[in-house]
């Protein structure tokens, strides 16, 4: 039995070595590696993952990284990355850098991660670090040109103004904006508009106004108002908007112009014209309004429906069309006559369509004709604009 009692004896003191020396078990301060998030650039550049120890150490510590796929692709987004990362003695902290190819597409935002492992001298805080890609805020977005177009001239007409939107910005020549949500703007709406690019931009010909389901000064989504109020003004003439909107239930886009001298009568004393408005829930009806006050200071309207006999208004560009002549004002889509109003429609109150007007186009979300949006609506939510133009006989 001597035998038996020297194996047991070794396998005994074999134990005793691992666990007082031997152990496998990783020790030493806790390494973590941090999130980034930073905007795509058009040219491709580093992003940087911080690697960090809880505590100065005294041996140099290691760890393994490898990049791994999320929304964003390796070799497309960015260019995949491993390695070993060390951080010598004394010191707390290294960094990673990976490559995220440049590009301009304004897209959904995306992620890859930095996946550690094999700690040596530390223990793994963390195991995996995510990197998010911001392309939401990128001012390229090309969109499909299909659709009903109108010619740069007509017989008896000059061009009196028009913007192309070929530049690069919004022109402060032509457009200002209508900032904040103003109380729900009358009509309880539930954005706040700004002014910035993520809301309204140029790109590739067209105007583009973006709503967004996003946190902004209390509000859950943010849009754009442009005006050109003290601006440009115009009264009577041929008026081509070619524009495709947005058609999701909750959306509020619109297309149309307020009588110039609102800061001395207000509203409906200074009547409004509504070129086109679209609400989410009707995807292919669109609605041209005239909107005055009467006697009794109550708001007179006469409008008319348009509706596309297949599709909808987001799938193509269409245009939007007004005549406007003394004492008449006519609506079109694509052409077509749908709204004929005049003087004669206004039997109560005041007829404020023979003097000036400005241009109001906007994106709204909410609001008590449209209602809110609901689970069926993706966000961001964009109309395109490509042209508008004012013919003067």
């Keep these: 039995m001597r035998w038996i009692k020297q194996f047991y004896g070794l396998v005994f003191l074999g134990l005793a070595a691992c666990s007082k020396g031997g152990s496998s078990k990783a020790s030493g301060p806790s390494l973590t590696a941090g999130n980034i998030t930073a905007s795509r650039t058009s040219q491709t550049g580093p992003f940087r993952f911080y690697i960090d120890l809880s505590a100065v150490s005294k041996q140099d510590v290691s760890v393994q990284y490898a990049t791994a796929d999320g929304t964003a692709k390796a070799g497309v987004d960015y260019m995949a990355a491993s390695g070993t990362a060390s951080i010598p003695a004394g010191q707390t902290e290294t960094y990673v850098e990976v490559q995220v190819t440049g590009d301009s597409l304004r897209q959904p935002d995306q992620t890859f991660y930095m996946q550690l492992s094999s700690p040596v001298n530390c223990t793994l805080g963390t195991t995996e670090a995510t990197a998010t890609i911001i392309n939401s805020d990128l001012l390229y977005l090309p969109t499909d040109t299909a659709g009903y177009t109108t010619p740069d001239s007509y017989p008896g007409y000059n061009l009196a103004w028009s913007d192309e939107f070929n530049g690069k910005t919004v022109n402060e020549a032509n457009w200002t904006f209508d900032l904040g949500n103003n109380n729900g ?11 910035s690019p993520n809301n309204a931009f140029v790109s590739s010909g067209n105007l583009i106004i973006e709503a967004r389901q996003e946190s902004n000064n209390g509000f859950n989504y943010s849009s754009a108002r442009l005006k050109t109020e003290g601006i440009q003004q115009f009264t009577y003439g041929r008026i081509d908007i070619r524009a495709k909107v947005p058609v999701a239930h909750g959306m509020w886009p619109a297309l149309w112009m307020l009588g110039s001298n609102i800061g001395s009568v207000s509203w409906p004393g200074c009547g409004e014209t509504d070129i086109m408005e679209l609400v989410g829930s009707n995807p292919n009806r669109v609605t041209g309004s005239m909107h005055w006050q009467n006697s009794d200071g109550s708001e007179g309207t006469f409008n008319n429906n348009y509706f596309l006999s297949s599709g909808d208004f987001s799938q193509q560009f269409h245009v939007f069309s007004l005549l406007w002549q003394h004492d008449t004002v006519q609506f ?36 008590n004709w449209p209602g809110p949006p609901d689970n069926t609506t993706v966000f961001p939510q964009r109309m395109f604009v490509d042209y508008v133009r004012v013919f003067e006989q």
Excluded: H, K, M, R
């Design 185 to 195: 703007w009358g009509n309880q709406e539930l954005e706040y508009y700004t002014q």
């Design 332 to 367: 079109f889509v694509d052409d077509s006559l749908y709204v004929n109003g005049s003087a004669n429609n206004v039997t109560n109150g005041t007829y404020p369509f023979n003097l000036p007007f400005f241009f109001i186009f906007n994106v709204a979300v909410g609001g």
